[in-house]
């Protein structure tokens, strides 16, 4: 039988001895019983992850350089910055063509030491040549093992298993009690990783509001009530190891972290190990499999491949960004591994140019969300008249952010999250005051401390007719509104399960914003419809918005995601759509006000009145340039017999005359 056989010495059943040690680990925590947080459209958990992992470069790049201490010198002993012998550039100890073994351990012990237990070895892999790239079956260098590996009732009971990974040269052995002629430790690399992995499951205590039936079984009730936080070892049934074909001339005490701690030199510094990487980044966590006593074997793919330094270095950067999560952790940015799941996905099933593309897309969508924030603010500012606004819609923002500001105090959410919905509600609050007059009622006080808050509508609102248009829009929006809203919460009452009744009215009122929030846009048509005018709307916020609803309609097709949340995406295009077609048929009204007061009628009248007063400074001043003029002749004259060209006589004519014409511009003004 050929070496090259993924199947030459493997054994199909690999048991794993077990310490007399058992038992589960469970964990208590608050909060363990709140309703989910806020789902997110897969568009938002992309923009999500690539802002939080932008953020984390910048905030981990200054924290560098603010901790950074003076840089020694090249070869400066460490504390006395006395200079010693440079050290040279070392080698990688496998040249290409070096033919080389690798033995695969599976054992529950972190540090190996069990090569007397024929059954700890699952893989023994001989004939391997570093730096090919053309061998195995499918000529890829590639070789796959697929088996199976009892697990002992201590791994079933959240105990740990760890996979031990030796690379020889051709002929040696890992064992050191094969003697040194077999065994060499110099010509040995090894790297270990455990299998499974710990996840925390969380307990909700929900149940059906009318039935009080629930899906969840008795243990988990009792779980749930007492709000514990169970941490529940998982299994994922793939690992790929890869040899790193790297010939970089590394010199000791000068590679750059995170790569100094898999470059591993020989005693000499002259040369240095091959780079035996264990990768499992591309182990999405929906595919792991909780281990229980229900699982006395589980599968396992073993992959050996050949990584190159570049690919090598991507995936070393990821468990950088991973040792300072707690950075965000303190910043209130949990990482949630269903983003990362997303972000992987996108990787793996999306085309290379299409996924550059959807980065680039995904920056100018940041800049646009910025722009459009921007501008918004700035619109309400400088707003002087109501006038074709709906401030109806206004009230109602408001009251749609106090439910998500509700919702997410009452679901497991970061503190982020929760200061970012509160900051918006404050910004629609902020608003109110630009659409009506308030003020403060000092005699009728609340609870006879506070005093009371009057609002009053607008004057322009009410002389406009924009008040009755707005009302009219409401209540033919309230015929279609209220028995959607009716609806969506019976069905909610009926199928779903909740914690209580408070929850069920915030989550049944968040659900149905969510999903029926954007005819909350159509109040704003009706009014455009009977004005017959466009001209109150920001126009230049709506535009930033619309151009990022196009670019969630891209990612609605480059990303995977249910087809409720693309037709989604194309709700908002529609609504867009009809303020461009209305834009179009409703031409300019010159003597309609804008955000700031002005009318286009205003500024005409205005700059002819300007004009008039400059013909008539012009008129008056003809005569007295003329008789300066009769002035210098004489002048002229007696200083000079023959006649010559004065440019000075002509200037201070024409300054007078802009000086006359700038004192009647400024009284225009």
Same mark, same amino acid.
């Given at each position: ?11 199909? $059943? ?10 589960? *680990? ?77 033995? *695969? ?48 009732? !201590?791994? $079933? ?43 925390? !499951? ?102 050996? $491949? ?31 591994? $269903?983003?990362?799941?997303? *972000? ?73 999250? !929760? ?172 003597? !309609? ?36 003029? =009769? ?23 024409? =300054? ?14």
């Amino acid at each position: 039988m050929s070496t090259d056989d993924p199947s030459y010495h493997q054994q199909n $059943q690999v048991a794993v001895p077990s310490p007399p040690q058992a038992g589960g *680990v469970v964990a208590e925590q608050d909060g363990a019983g709140a309703p989910p947080p806020p789902e997110e459209s897969p568009t938002e958990k992309i923009f999500g992850t690539i802002k939080s992992v932008a953020m984390r470069a910048m905030i981990f790049y200054f924290i560098m350089q603010f901790f950074k201490g003076k840089t020694a010198s090249p070869g400066a002993e460490p504390g006395t910055g006395v200079a010693k012998p440079m050290r040279g550039p070392a080698t990688n100890m496998f040249q290409d063509g070096m033919g080389f073994d690798m033995y *695969v351990y599976v054992s529950e012990q972190e540090e190996f030491g069990e090569f007397n237990v024929p059954e700890s070895l699952v893989w023994k892999k001989e004939g391997l040549s570093y730096g090919n790239w053309e061998q195995g079956p499918n000529m890829d260098s590639i070789f796959e093992l697929s088996t199976q590996i009892p697990l002992s009732e !201590r791994v $079933q009971n959240n105990g740990s298993v760890y996979i031990h990974t030796f690379i020889v040269r051709e002929g040696k052995s890992p064992d050191p009690a094969a003697g040194k002629g077999v065994f060499s430790k110099k010509w040995t690399t090894y790297k270990t990783q455990r299998l499974n992995k710990f996840m925390k !499951r969380k307990y909700k205590q929900t149940a059906n509001l009318l039935t009080g039936a629930t899906e969840q079984s008795e243990e988990d009730q009792v779980k749930a009530a007492a709000g514990l936080t169970e941490i529940i070892s998982h299994w994922h049934p793939n690992l790929t190891l890869n040899v790193v074909y790297d010939h970089t001339p590394w010199i000791p005490g000068q590679v750059p972290p995170p790569l100094d701690e898999f470059v591993e030199f020989t005693p000499s510094l002259q040369q240095y190990k091959p780079i035996l990487w264990l990768n499992d980044y591309w182990n999405l966590n929906r595919d792991y499999q909780p281990i229980n006593s229900s699982t006395p074997v589980v599968n396992i793919t073993l992959t050996i $491949q050949p990584l190159s330094m570049f690919k090598w270095q991507m995936y070393s950067a990821q468990q950088l960004r991973n040792r300072f999560n707690v950075l965000g952790n303190l910043m209130g940015e949990e990482e949630d591994d $269903q983003d990362q799941d997303s *972000v992987k996905e996108a990787f793996l099933e999306t085309n290379i140019y299409l996924l550059v593309l959807t980065f680039v897309i995904s920056i100018v969508h940041s800049v646009f969300e910025f722009l459009a924030f921007k501008n918004d603010i700035q619109f309400w500012n400088k707003k002087k008249s109501v006038q074709g606004l709906s401030v109806r819609s206004v009230f109602f923002n408001v009251f749609q952010n106090l439910i998500v500001v509700l919702y997410v105090f009452d679901s497991d959410t970061n503190t982020v999250i !929760r200061i970012s919905c509160f900051v918006g509600l404050a910004i629609e609050i902020w608003k109110l005051t630009k659409v009506q007059d308030v003020s403060f009622d000092f005699e009728n006080k609340v609870l006879g401390i506070f005093p009371r808050i009057k609002l009053e509508d607008k004057k322009d609102y009410n002389d406009s007719g924009t008040k009755e248009f707005d009302r009219m829009a409401f209540r033919y929006l309230g015929m279609a509104f209220f028995p959607l809203a009716f609806c969506y919460c019976i069905y909610s009452v009926i199928y779903n399960e909740h914690k209580s009744w408070y929850s069920f009215v915030l989550g049944s009122c968040y659900g149905f914003l969510l999903t029926f929030g954007f005819i909350m846009m159509t109040p704003q048509l009706f009014i455009n419809y009977k004005l017959k005018s466009v001209a109150h709307l920001p126009w230049r916020m709506m535009t930033y918005k619309a151009l990022n609803t196009f670019i969630d309609d891209i990612f609605a097709f480059v990303i995977k995601m249910p087809t409720m949340y693309r037709l989604g995406c194309f709700r908002d295009d529609i609504v867009f759509f009809i303020f461009l077609y209305q834009k179009y048929i409703y031409k300019e009204d010159k003597t !309609r006000v804008n955000e700031f007061g002005y009318s286009a009628a205003m500024e005409e009248e205005a700059n002819a009145v300007k004009e008039g007063v400059a013909e008539e400074v012009e008129a008056e001043a003809a005569p007295l340039a003329i008789a300066e003029e =009769k002035e210098e002749e004489p002048k002229a004259d007696i200083s000079d017999p023959e006649p010559t060209s004065d440019p000075g006589a002509t200037s201070g004519a024409w =300054k007078n005359t802009q000086k006359q014409k700038s004192k009647k511009a400024k009284k225009v003004d």
